[in-house]
């Protein structure tokens, strides 16, 4: 990791979906750098043999290991209660767990709380997670918050944003990663001033992991050429200041028009707090549960 006058000496490092994939390559290469890496897996087993690779490859432990499946808002909940009593400090946050498009004509999924399964696991959980730890991210600024899209977006239908007509998963994937992109657009703006920044990425294009194998796709890119773009904007002290911006691996790239819109996204935050409302039973959004 740099060590600038802007970056800790230490800087710890939250990974979600850091048990396989580009999430795994980060752990060990962030533990290689000196960061704290807090890893997040759904299964004991992969976090332990994750931690293992941290240690044999990257020289490094991780700083902590946290359980919690993404599909369920209850678990992320329970995940952001466990960050906040266990670390008293969090530089930042990698929004990286996801599903892929799913095999070739595979049927509509549905999470834990019934809602469409890539909507809620590659956007929901990351928002709401966010939102529980920005407290945290701010009394640790600077700090950033980055959130691993994609190129491939489409926008929502906010007739149908649980897909439930002429369901694909590759539309379902594209549209989950729009919605990650506009929630950066609207992170940027809450928290200017703060310290703290939202960027998100495509990484590569069919990198060779275990969503692009299930998918039937070819590999076209390796894990190093995500790695390294996801890392930049980790630790790259030249983009301490940079926030709200999409980027095409480390092309500055606007993203699908619909993140421009300002009414699109005003619908989609007030589709995520009914929606995390009714899974949890919360009185109040996200939003307002975060003091700014
Ligand atoms: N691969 C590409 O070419 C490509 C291109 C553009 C963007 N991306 C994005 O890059 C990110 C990482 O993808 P990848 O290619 O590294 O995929 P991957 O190898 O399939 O890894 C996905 C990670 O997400 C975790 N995950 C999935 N569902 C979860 C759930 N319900 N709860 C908790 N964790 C869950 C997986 O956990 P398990 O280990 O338990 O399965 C795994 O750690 C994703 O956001 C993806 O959309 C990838």
Redesign the pocket.
């Known amino acids: 990791m740099n060590v600038t006058e802007t970056t800790p000496a230490r800087p710890i490092v939250l990974i ?9 390559w980060l752990a060990v290469r962030l533990a290689e750098l000196g960061a704290g890496v807090i890893i997040h ?3 004991p087993d ?1 976090l332990d043999a994750t931690a293992r690779a941290m240690q044999d490859e990257g020289g490094g432990r991780p700083h902590g290991t946290v359980l ?4 369920d808002l209850s678990q992320v909940d329970q995940l952001a209660d466990e960050v906040l009593k266990e670390f008293d400090t969090l530089h930042v946050l990698v929004n ?5 498009f799913g095999p070739p004509g595979a049927a509509r999924q549905l999470s834990a709380d019934g809602l469409e399964l890539r909507f809620a ?2 956007y929901l959980a990351g928002y709401h997670l966010t939102n529980r730890l920005l407290p945290l991210l701010k009394r640790s600024a600077p700090a950033r918050i980055v959130n ?4 491939g977006q489409e926008p929502i239908d906010f007739d149908d944003p649980m897909l439930e007509h002429d369901y694909s998963g590759i539309q379902a994937y594209r549209r989950s ?1 729009l919605a990650q992109i506009m929630f950066t657009i609207d992170l940027a703006e809450r928290l200017r001033g703060t310290g703290v920044t939202a960027n998100a990425l ?6 060779d ?4 194998r299930e998918m039937n796709f070819t590999a076209l ?1 390796t894990l190093d050429d ?1 790695g390294e773009a996801t890392l930049r904007l980790i630790n790259d002290p030249a983009l301490a200041e940079v926030s709200g911006r999409f980027y095409d691996q480390t092309v500055d790239t606007p993203p699908h028009p619909q993140a421009a819109d300002p009414e699109a996204r005003r619908r989609l935050r007030e589709l995520s707090d009914t929606l995390i409302a009714q899974a949890l039973g919360a009185t109040q959004p996200d939003r307002e549960r975060s003091p700014s």
Do not use: F, Q
């Not at 979600?16 to 795994?24: D, S």
């Not at 919690?68 to 599909?71: F, Q, V």
């Not at 990286?96 to 892929?100: D, E, S, T, Y």
């Open positions: 979600t979906g850091a048990t396989n994939g580009l999430g795994h897996g759904r299964d992969r919690a499946d993404l599909a990286n767990a996801g599903v892929g696991v590659n691993v899209a994609s190129i990663k495509h990484p590569a294009s069919l990198m992991t275990a969503m692009v890119s995500g």
